[in-house]
């Protein structure tokens, strides 16, 4: 679709940041397997989709590959980001969170457009069409899920091995 973007675009596939989809729901097939191989492996705490974009189409992917749908929730976007904008600020400041230091990440945080709007901040891109945002959103959204302090689903290494007393 994006014709002026094709070589960037195939530098991420390179990379390992990027699948290109051969075929309609391709795309949301392979993440409902890969987050049920995360599931199954008993990785996964919750899943945080944008409740208002492709929310039911992954969602039922989700449900239909054996996801549980207590761990699928909403992540507002917009203004109730803010939060998480804030946590992502200042985790990177002081060394909590780093960047992937990957060309795709650096590439969609460079899109990114800072838009202070009464007492919140959003974050929207800086050109239509072309500045895709979408890893940095992702990450904001996980960081959204963090902050629910969400419980380990297994024993830490250290208690598997019986190194770790309390």
Not at 137 to 163: C, D, F, H, Q, W
Request: hydrophobic share 45%; with cysteine.
């Amino acid at each position: 679709r994006r014709k002026s973007e094709a070589s960037k675009y195939h530098g991420f596939v390179s990379d390992g940041d990027l699948v290109i989809v051969e075929r309609p729901r391709q795309d949301v097939e392979e993440l409902a397997a890969l987050c049920k191989k995360v599931y199954d492996a008993g990785l996964l705490a919750k899943i945080g989709l944008d409740p208002e974009r492709t929310h039911k189409v992954v969602f039922k992917a989700l449900i239909d590959a054996g996801i549980p749908e207590d761990l699928i929730i909403g992540i507002s976007q917009g203004w109730k980001l803010t939060g998480a904008i804030a946590v992502a600020e200042l985790a990177l400041k002081d060394g909590q969170l780093t960047h992937a230091d990957s060309p795709m990440m650096a590439w969609s945080v460079g899109n990114a457009k800072v838009v202070p709007s009464g007492n919140a901040v959003l974050i929207t891109k800086q050109a239509s069409g072309t500045a895709k945002i979408d890893p940095l959103m992702a990450s904001l959204n996980a960081i959204t899920l963090m902050a629910t302090n969400p419980e380990a689903k297994r024993k830490s290494v250290y208690e598997r091995r019986g190194i770790r007393y309390l």
